[in-house]
């Protein structure tokens, strides 16, 4: 059975840092991309980033990047999201998200995701 579990979460000031850890379990996912999505209250969930099996692509959402970077460990079977200067609007569910497809190095659509964590909190106070 697969799983991945995200870990990190909590309660940060405005211009804090957390970092994000997924680790998943039932299969190795070093020859796939993975992803970080996020939901706010009372909105969709929406991509936030996205890393190749490699490591070597990342793509990011305009409103995160150059202040949120994705990574991986394969040896590990993790991948992590450092969330450096956060805002209020960075408030919301975190979700780790692995694919099983192989056909471009990295995906950033919700449906192109196969396998999903539980979630994990961020709340970012002003």
């Known amino acids: 059975q697969v799983q991945l579990v995200e870990s990190g979460g909590g309660l940060v000031q405005t211009g804090g840092s957390l970092r994000l850890s997924c680790a998943a379990s039932?299969?190795?996912?070093?020859?796939?991309?993975m992803g970080w999505f996020r939901q706010a209250p009372g909105k969709g969930r929406e991509f936030v980033a996205a890393?190749?099996?490699?490591?070597?692509?990342?793509w990011y959402a305009d409103s995160v990047k150059g202040r949120f970077t994705i990574s991986r460990d394969n040896a590990k079977n993790t991948v992590s999201l450092q969330m450096n200067s956060l805002k209020p609007e960075d408030t919301g569910d975190y979700y780790c998200?692995?694919?099983?497809?192989?056909?471009?190095?990295?995906?950033?659509?919700?449906?192109?995701?196969?396998?999903w964590g539980q979630g994990t909190q961020v709340t970012v106070s002003s």
């Open positions: 998200a692995a694919t099983s497809r192989t056909n471009r190095p990295y995906y950033t659509s919700m449906n192109e995701y196969d396998y």
């Open positions: 039932g299969r190795t996912f070093s020859r796939n991309a």
């Open positions: 890393i190749s099996w490699s490591g070597g692509n990342k």
